[in-house]
């Protein structure tokens, strides 16, 4: 069986794109998690990553490591992860690719905190950009291959490097427009609120998380437990 290393449910985004994959896929999996104890937790998640971050999966002896690396890696092995429609699947696979490598401005002002809303300080004018071509995205997809899932009416990869997205739209209010719709959509998936759930029942908490949380505006409302 795969094991998943991922790391807290309230922080990491990058930890929820495989996980959300293989939940919403039905691909079984042990799933271990290694939370953030400290600012930079190289040296300790390096004993089971070469990159020292989180996420890595672990099969037949290999690591396989980074989330479009795992992303890639299963869909060697196992169909649904990307559209069979050519024009979906290259769509798919383009915003899946500009997700990864992009919205910087959207990661550092609007951190993940899945279990807080917060009133967000006025948005800089990267950020404003990257929340608008979030909205141009999301439109194009459900518009060209009519929903509810970004690339049609199954949920594939592209749905999963969102769902981090969606978490924060709503933490923070933003808005995308038609995209709601998908926001929506994904947040009842019994996958995701499986996710909320845990995030909200852990009781970890990491400083420097919470400060760029502190910082990324007011917090209005705080539904975690522990």
């Known amino acids: 069986m795969y094991v998943l290393i991922t790391a807290n449910r309230n922080y990491s985004s990058w930890s929820l794109r495989p996980w959300m994959l293989m939940q919403g896929l039905g691909i079984d999996f042990e799933d271990q998690i ?15 990553s070469p990159t020292g971050q989180v996420p890595a999966l672990l099969d037949e002896g290999r690591t396989v490591y980074d989330s479009l ?24 696979q383009c915003a899946a690719a500009e997700m990864h490598s992009g919205f910087s ?26 929340v608008a071509r979030i909205r141009e995205l999301f439109a194009e997809g459900l518009s060209r291959f009519d929903g509810p899932f ?17 978490f ?35 009781s970890w908490r990491e400083e420097s998380h919470e400060e760029e949380l502190m910082a990324a505006g007011m917090i209005t ?4 437990t522990a």
């Open 34 to 48: 290694e939370p953030f104890t400290n600012p930079i937790n190289y040296d300790e998640f390096r004993s089971f």
């Open 168 to 202: 924060r739209i709503r933490t923070y209010g933003l808005d995308v427009g038609t995209g709601k719709a998908w926001v929506d959509h994904m947040l009842a998936h019994p996958a995701m609120q499986d996710w909320e759930s845990q995030a909200l029942a852990e």
């Open 150 to 166: 970004l690339a049609g009416d199954r949920f594939t990869a592209v749905d999963a490097f969102f769902a981090p997205v969606a």
């Open 105 to 130: 401005a959207l990661r550092g002002d609007c951190t993940m905190n899945v279990g807080v809303r917060v009133t967000p300080k006025p948005p800089s004018g990267a950020l404003r950009l990257d």
């Open 69 to 92: 690396g795992i992303t890639l890696y299963l869909a060697d092995r196992h169909e649904g992860v990307w559209p069979t429609d050519p024009d979906a699947r290259a769509w798919a």
């Open 221 to 224: 409302a705080d539904y975690r």
